[in-house]
């Protein structure tokens, strides 16, 4: 079964704070992602990392950075966290290549506020 | 530029009765469409897939049919039970993108006893 785990559940930071949300997969899955969920906009790609140390912009990078520094670990970081991004925030990962490969797995997601 | 599109936001069907969710695409190079189930406070997870070579997939109690023409898909679920209550996305992925995947807004189906 694969298990993608997120740090923390529900989050309330400062505007302004630093934020980590970290992210481990135990498939061995090449691909790791960073969405948030918004009401009526469904899921929109933040970042998203197929290797060790490589990363991509999704549609929203704005304002997030990314690290992944090991393959079952993938972190997003807010650098100063502002109100609008107020958001569920959800990992996932996928397989590199093979059958299966566009099925992505999701944790639980982190319910971000930012006051 | 919303590429996948769920245009209802929310669907009541009674149990034991067919469920149809629909979802649009506008994006000709998707070869992939995938059906996930989200309930509150959970990520999403995969119910179901259909290659663009297909017209239809079918799983249990839970089929998918692809119009390529009309660029649309729907997923059934027949027949309805409580538990599918939840928020159904629709995604897709272009043959040329790198694994990712573009994902409609949801649609909220509510099963009524």
């Known amino acids: 079964d694969v298990k993608v785990t997120q740090s923390s559940r529900y989050l309330v930071k400062r505007t302004g704070e630093k934020v980590f949300l970290e992210c481990v997969q135990d498939?061995?899955?090449?691909?790791m992602f960073w969405y948030r969920q918004d009401p009526g906009l469904g899921l929109r790609l933040i970042y998203f990392s197929y290797d060790v140390k490589m990363k991509e912009k999704g549609d929203i990078p704005e304002g997030y950075s990314v690290s992944r520094e090991k393959k079952e670990r993938f972190s997003l970081i807010l650098e100063s966290a502002s109100t609008n991004q107020t958001s569920m925030y959800l990992c996932?990962?996928?397989?590199?290549?093979?059958?299966?490969?566009?099925?992505?797995?999701f944790g639980p997601g982190t319910r971000l506020t930012v006051t | 530029d919303q590429q996948v599109k769920q245009n209802s936001p929310s669907l009541s069907v009674q149990e034991g009765r067919i469920s149809i969710l629909n979802c649009d695409y506008t994006?000709?190079?998707?070869?992939?469409f995938l059906w996930y189930k989200k309930y509150p406070a959970e990520g999403p997870t995969f119910l179901i897939s259909i290659s663009s070579i297909k017209d239809k997939n079918e799983d249990g109690r839970f089929t998918v049919f692809l119009n390529k023409s009309a660029k649309h898909l729907s997923l059934h679920i027949v027949p309805s039970q409580p538990g599918d209550s939840a928020v159904y996305f629709c995604?897709?992925?272009?043959?040329?993108?790198?694994?990712?995947?573009?994902w409609g807004a949801g649609t909220k189906l509510i099963i009524k006893p």
């Open positions: 994006n000709s190079m998707f070869d992939y």
């Open positions: 996932a990962s996928s397989r590199g290549t093979g059958r299966g490969t566009y099925e992505q797995y």
């Open positions: 995604a897709a992925r272009a043959w040329d993108s790198n694994y990712q995947l573009i």
């Open positions: 498939m061995d899955h090449e691909n």
